[in-house]
């Protein structure tokens, strides 16, 4: 992973919805540029947090795999929209 990770959440141990809401949240507090990481052992997220970004014009700089879990990492861009309402979810 190149980028330093300006926020992390660890989502371990929650179900979906609660990673991906994990984010959104984080996104929105972040600045423009910030890193964000989310933590989560849940399999939805897998294909959550990836759309999530890519339909709200989010950078998502990697998916890291840990022995417990996976790390979603995405970069907060200017343009980006963070609410789920916003990206018609």
Known sequence: MQASVDVR???RGSDC???LMEMI???QTAQAGQVVAV???DSM???DIPLWAAK???ELLAVERHEDCE???VRKLP????QLEDIGR
């Open 56 to 58: 709200s014009g989010n």
């Open 17 to 19: 919805p609660a990673p």
């Open 79 to 82: 343009h980006a929209l963070a």
């Open 39 to 41: 933590l989560s052992n």
């Open 71 to 73: 790390e979603y990492i």
């Open 25 to 27: 949240g984080a996104v």
């Open 9 to 11: 959440v660890d989502a």
């Open 45 to 47: 997220a897998r294909a």
